[in-house]
Structure formats: structure tokens, C-alpha cells
């Protein structure tokens, strides 16, 4: 039987160029006969197997690229090919041309209109039985592509095998491979408007990817059983605002290494990083991004794969692993995420189906000079369906409890970094992005219903960032602040003695402090790039540093906002961090670093036991100065309140100066304890410590009728609590 087609169709056919492959292949009706046709390049022979029979059929070459046919026996709805090889191995196959669209009309609607809530069960590899049979089923969307389709191991890497089905309407291609599985290699091949063979592709969607120098995306199903039923089920809808926060913030590739610099495992991680979180009392862990990048010296903030755990760890499930660990432990985990830019590796995103498909055509709203990355195009539905897909996918599948979302500003604003001529302003003449701004506060929204929060790392004066979008806000749990972080360590690096002419830089942070729902961040970008480490940055000789280094987490752990520290810090780290080697956890064989360790711990345990230093962080009333004027001696003196009106007080002598008899006003009159001294022996520190308490005097300070005298510690923050109010009984009596 010689093919009716004309020459031209069966030359398209044959070299996967033909734009509707499952109007040719499969089963086709043709002049009232059924027709089974099928392309197979590598095959030296192809025999139809009918229904359940084992009479094996040979089918008609029609064209010598491999496209054979048969006409289908009568009353035989199913079959399968049996490929003969040039050395003489057969193969028995079921035909992916034979097999429906996954896709049903809801679900291609909703990914048309840019809102499937569920884009990553719908688009990507996914592992499935159809017809009773198995496979993947894989979906892609490249509206501007003439020809899509999977290559692998499963086909010898030929674009001819498996070109896949175009939904027109939506731009969505799609096709079931029968006998693919777990483990299996994948690519795209897409051929542009012209026709035109564009690079290979990785798999925007893909939940596992090779290992480099390869770029492959892997076909990967999930068998974790999580074990923290209890932790998801205590998660709501509204955040608990009043919790301690202690964020340690960690890169997973150097936090710490095995021998010969080996990169540990999700799985070693988790018994190593969990119990070190719990034991210096952080409540939070937060990742530097752990989505799959192709550059280590990125940090991850460069993605390519924004649905897959990057397999420098091991696979999606040790992952998955890991952050069960943390949750069993009662450590919340935040994961940075970074939906402003993406890299211009060819396997990527870029001009992915010959066009600009997730960037901006336009480089003034689509490129970052900074970086020399693209920037999602906030402008289109299906990428916007792509982002929070990407959020949400993290959520649900990998129990993320927030993201931290990476370089807002440069989001909000179509002037960052742009000089003049360079941008062009919104419809009303301004600079913000509004696409981008509409884009943020749907994430938000979508994020706080799935009873995640988010951190929005945003350094500008944008107002409401971390506001309710009903109420005008950009929807963002918590914003850093910059501002704090900045100020406060320009005043650390100076000496003491210019200390006083900078007193501000302390006290400014107070008139925006309840602003925002802050956090105050200690990260990884003031530990780089010539900046020195936190320690590296504190003046004096080796005592004053150490002493500084205590005195400024001290008084940041009594300042309102949430805490984050990144790793290292708690060890007074002596270089800059360095991606590329573990932390220098020998330096705690030496007793001052072991100090800052013991001071991170008991500073930890303190904020979260004490209400009054987190309980109303984002309200002034938890809030109150008792003196912030002194600035000739470089104290500050403040009073931190719990909702119940139980309080603190918090006090900064920074000078290593010991301020001797130094009064300073109470609200209330009766005997106060030290509940933390950062300059006690068991953190380095000199020793200078009221062991026994203060009782306070009928002498009026600062407008108050009762006051404390004692003598200040150098360099070091205090905080104090009344134990015994003046009618009590004190224990000594």
C-alpha cells in the first residue's frame, strides 16, 4: 500500500516539520479505511500488533526518513509497533499518537486566561498511566514556535520522533510518550516562526535537572512521606505578628563541607544544620535560593530552573527531607525566590520560542545592565501564571513556609539603575512599573491563602510595603530594613571616640521603626565584596572588636523588628564569606569566638522567652526612649513593653569606657536583674556585671519619679527586668 499524501505533507512528516503531526499519525480515517502510521527514523523495520494478538504485521516504509503505515485490521481499537533494529534487536512500543490530550477544556482555559493555580501539575514531565498504560506526560507553552518537540535517551535525542500537539488557542503544546519514566532525560526542540532550529531548551517547568556540564531536565516523581502533619496543621491564614522571629540565614553550599571540600547532601544537612538551628535557639531558617542556576558564583540568585531544587544537594525529595526535619523541630523555613530576572544562558528562558517570551522585548523594561540578566516580562498573564506558579509550588509541594523575594526595588521602579534616556515613564508619567506592582500584590495575596508569608528585601521609600493590598499596601508580611542595617553598622565601624558626632544613626531608625512590619537584617550581601565581615568591621584592638561585635547584637536583639543573622556572624567570622568553602568553624577553639556563639544562643533564648521584645514589634507601643540624648557618653537607654504591660529595659554604652554610677530613669520602683549583659565573662567580655541587681532610688530621672544607678559596662547592651516591684519581698530578706 503506497501512501495517498502528497509528497510534500509526507516530506514535512518526515522531517518533524509538519505543524499538526497527530492529524497524520496514529489511527487516521482515510477514504472509509483506518489507516496506522507512524514516523520511526531508527527503526530498520516496523510491524503492527493489533489489539492482543502476537501476529506481528509489517508495515510499509512510505518514505525512506522512516514514515511507515498499515491499514488497521477490522474490529482492532488498540495496537502496539514492534521496532527492528539494524542489528537485529526488536522493541515492542505503544504509539504516542495514539494517546488523547491530558489537557482538559477547564485546564486549558485557565492556563489561556494566566490563572491555574495548579500550572505545575498541568505543564512539565509528569509520570503518569493513560489508557491503562504508563509514561509521561509532558506540556509546554512556545506560542511563537512552528514545531515543539521532546527529545531524550527514549529517542536518540531526534526532534523527528516525538513532535507534539499544538493547542492553538493557547500556545500550549502537548504529548504523552508512553515507556518513559522516572530518571529519564529531557530536552525541547523548538523550530522558530521561520522554521529556524533554535537551541536546545531545558524544561522551564522542570522539578529536576542534570548535573553541569549538562542541561538536561529530568522526569522525576515525588515518594516522600511527610512526617509533619503537626507543624502544616498549626499554619493559618493570618500571620501571628507577635512571635519571635531569629532568621538564621544560611547558604546550603558552604555553611559547612566534608572532606576534600565535598558539597554535603540535602540528607547530611538535615542532621547536621537541624540540630546546630535548634541548639543556638534560631526559630527560622531562611535558604539562599536553592531553584536550580547553572553559575555557583551567583548564590542562586541567577535561576534557570524556577520549579526544581538545584541537584548540587541531591534530588527533590532530599529536599523535601530537609525541610520535614526542620518543621519536625520546630524550625520554619523561608526560602529566597527570586521572580525579578533570570539569566541569558541559552537553555533557559531567553527568547525561548525565538521571541521574547518571558522577557520584555523592549530592553528598558526586559534587561538589567547591573546583572547582565533579563527581567520577566510582568506585562503577560502566562508569565505571570508562571511566577506564582512558582511560588506556589514551593508552598504546596515542599511545605515552604515563606519566601523571601529578591530585589523588589528593582521590580518596582522602571528607572532602577537607569540613567536618563534610558527608561520611559508609565501612562501618568511616573516611574513606577505598574504591570510589576499588580504582579506583586497577586502574589501576595495568592501566597497569604495558602497560609505562607512573605519578606520582601526592598531598600527604597515605597510606602506600605509591608501594608495589606485592601488597604493600598503591596501585600508583603515583613519588609528588611535597609535603612537600620546601613546606619547602624556605619556607626559601629567608627571609633568611639567620633562616636558622638554620629549618635543619630542609632536614633534615626525609631521615627520610621512602626512604618513597616521590619526585619532587622544581618545578610550575606554585608559580608562580601570588599565590605569585610561584621567582625572585620568593628574598630579597636582584638578585645574592643569582640566587645563591639557583642554590644551591636545586643542592642539589635533589643531594638523593635524581627531578627536575621547570616551564618557565620554567630562566630564572629574573621574573613568575608567565600561560596566556594566552609565556614571557619576552628575558630570556636578559640574562646572569644566562642563567646559570640554563647552570646547568639543566650540572646536567642532571651528574645523569645521575654514578650516584651517581640510581642509589639511592628507598634509603638512596645516602644518607648527613656533617654536617647546622651550622645557625649554614647549611650542609649530604651524600655521595650509586651501587650500585658510587662516590660524591659534595654541600655548601649558604646564606649570602652566603664560608666560609673550612671543614673538613668524607671517606670517603676523595685529591685531589676540583669537578664543579658553583653559584656559578661561567659561571652569575653570584662565582667563588669551587677550580679546581685539594682535596686532603683525615689530619685527622679529623665521625668521619672524613680531611677537606677549603676555602673555601665564598656563597649556592651544590658537588658534588664524587674524581678521584685518595691512592696515585694526580695529573696535576700
Not at 523535601?320 to 526560602?335: C, E, P, S, T, Y
Not at 537578664?675 to 565582667?687: A, E, H, P, V
Request: proline fraction near 5%; hydrophobic fraction near 40%; glycine fraction near 8%.
Amino acid at each position: 500500500m503506497s501512501s495517498q499524501l502528497e509528497r510534500a505533507t509526507l516530506n514535512a512528516l518526515a522531517d518533524g516539520r509538519y505543524f499538526d503531526p497527530f492529524s497524520l499519525l496514529g489511527i487516521q480515517f482515510e477514504n472509509g479505511r483506518r489507516i496506522v502510521r507512524t514516523l520511526q527514523p531508527h527503526a530498520k523495520s516496523v510491524a503492527l500488533l493489533a489489539g492482543d494478538s502476537s501476529e506481528a504485521l509489517l508495515m510499509e516504509k512510505v518514505h525512506p526518513a522512516g514514515l511507515y503505515e498499515i491499514e488497521m485490521p477490522a474490529r482492532k481499537r488498540r495496537y502496539r509497533l514492534r521496532l527492528t533494529f539494524a542489528d537485529g534487536s526488536c522493541h515492542d512500543i505503544h504509539d504516542a499518537y495514539c494517546f488523547p490530550s491530558t489537557l482538559g477544556d477547564l485546564d486549558l482555559y485557565l492556563l489561556g486566561q494566566g490563572s491555574h493555580r495548579d500550572i505545575f501539575r498541568k505543564l512539565g514531565a509528569h509520570p503518569t498511566k493513560v489508557q491503562g498504560v504508563n509514561g509521561t506526560f509532558f506540556a509546554i507553552w512556545a506560542p511563537n514556535a512552528s514545531r515543539v518537540s521532546v527529545i531524550g535517551g527514549f529517542n536518540d535525542w531526534d526532534g523527528r520522533c516525538h513532535v507534539m500537539r499544538l493547542h492553538p488557542g493557547n500556545g500550549l503544546w502537548e504529548i504523552f510518550i508512553p515507556g518513559v519514566g522516572d530518571g529519564a532525560q529531557y530536552k525541547f526542540e523548538l523550530l522558530d516562526k521561520q522554521g529556524e532550529l533554535l537551541p536546545l531548551k531545558s524544561d522551564p517547568m522542570g522539578q529536576f535537572h542534570e548535573a553541569p556540564p549538562g542541561n538536561a531536565s529530568v522526569v522525576y516523581s515525588s515518594h516522600h512521606r511527610w512526617k509533619d502533619d503537626q507543624w502544616m496543621a498549626s499554619m493559618t491564614t493570618v500571620p501571628n505578628m507577635d512571635q519571635a522571629i531569629s532568621i538564621y540565614e544560611v547558604h546550603l553550599g558552604s555553611w559547612r563541607r566534608g572532606a576534600d571540600n565535598r558539597l554535603l547532601t540535602y540528607r547530611e544537612l538535615a542532621d547536621k544544620l537541624v540540630a546546630y538551628v535548634v541548639e543556638l535557639g534560631f526559630t527560622h531558617v531562611e535558604l539562599l535560593p536553592v531553584t536550580e542556576h547553572p553559575f555557583d558564583g551567583s548564590w542562586g540568585y541567577q535561576p534557570i530552573g524556577m520549579y526544581a531544587p538545584t541537584q548540587r544537594f541531591g534530588t527533590p525529595d532530599d529536599f523535601r527531607f530537609l525541610v520535614d526535619k526542620l518543621h519536625q523541630a520546630g524550625i520554619a523555613v523561608i526560602m529566597d525566590w527570586v521572580p525579578a530576572h533570570f539569566p541569558r544562558d541559552e537553555h533557559g528562558l531567553r527568547r525561548f520560542d525565538g521571541t521574547a517570551l518571558y522577557e520584555h522585548e523592549d530592553p528598558q523594561k526586559g534587561e538589567h545592565s547591573d546583572w547582565g540578566t533579563l527581567i520577566f516580562n510582568y506585562d503577560r498573564r502566562e508569565v505571570i501564571n508562571y511566577l506564582v506558579g512558582s511560588a506556589l509550588y514551593w508552598i504546596d509541594e515542599f511545605h515552604i513556609d515563606s519566601l523571601r523575594v529578591d530585589a523588589v526595588a528593582s521590580m518596582l521602579y522602571l528607572d532602577y539603575s537607569r540613567e536618563v534616556g534610558e527608561w520611559s515613564p508609565n501612562i501618568y508619567g511616573g516611574n513606577e512599573h505598574l504591570e510589576a506592582v499588580e504582579f506583586i500584590r497577586r502574589l501576595n495575596e495568592v501566597i497569604h491563602s495558602y497560609k505562607a508569608t512573605s519578606f520582601a528585601e526592598e531598600s527604597t521609600a515605597w510606602p506600605g510595603v509591608s501594608r495589606p493590598t485592601d488597604a493600598g499596601g503591596l501585600g508583603f508580611t515583613y519588609k528588611w530594613n535597609m535603612g537600620w542595617m546601613n546606619d547602624t553598622l556605619a556607626y559601629m565601624a567608627e571609633d568611639p571616640v567620633h562616636r558622638k558626632y554620629h549618635h543619630d544613626k542609632l536614633t534615626f531608625g525609631l521615627v520610621y521603626a512602626f512604618d513597616e512590619n521590619f526585619v532587622l537584617p544581618l545578610s550575606h550581601d554585608e559580608v562580601v565584596h570588599g565590605k569585610r565581615s561584621l567582625l572585620g568591621r568593628m574598630p579597636g584592638d582584638d578585645w574592643q572588636r569582640f566587645a563591639n561585635l557583642r554590644a551591636y547584637y545586643g542592642f539589635m536583639y533589643g531594638h523593635p523588628g524581627k531578627k536575621l543573622l547570616f551564618m557565620g556572624a554567630e562566630i564572629a567570622q574573621e574573613k568575608e564569606w567565600n561560596h566556594d568553602q566552609s565556614l571557619d568553624w576552628h575558630l570556636l577553639e578559640n574562646a572569644s569566638h566562642q563567646g559570640i556563639q554563647n552570646l547568639v544562643r543566650d540572646l536567642n533564648n532571651v528574645y523569645r522567652d521575654t514578650a516584651a521584645l517581640h510581642e509589639l514589634d511592628f507598634s509603638s507601643e512596645g516602644f518607648e526612649w527613656i533617654d536617647w540624648q546622651d550622645a557625649d557618653s554614647s549611650v542609649l537607654c530604651w524600655l521595650r513593653r509586651a501587650a500585658d504591660g510587662d516590660f524591659v529595659i534595654c541600655i548601649s554604652n558604646f564606649t570602652p569606657l566603664v560608666r560609673k554610677g550612671y543614673r538613668f530613669g524607671v517606670p517603676e520602683a523595685g529591685l531589676y536583674v540583669e537578664l543579658l549583659n553583653t559584656d559578661g565573662k561567659r561571652y569575653g567580655g570584662s565582667g563588669v556585671e551587677a550580679t546581685d541587681g539594682i535596686q532603683s532610688e525615689q530619685v527622679e530621672a529623665h521625668g521619672r519619679p524613680c531611677s537606677l544607678q549603676m555602673d555601665l559596662p564598656p563597649l556592651a547592651t544590658l537588658i534588664l527586668k524587674m524581678k521584685e516591684p518595691v512592696s515585694g519581698k526580695l529573696e535576700n530578706e
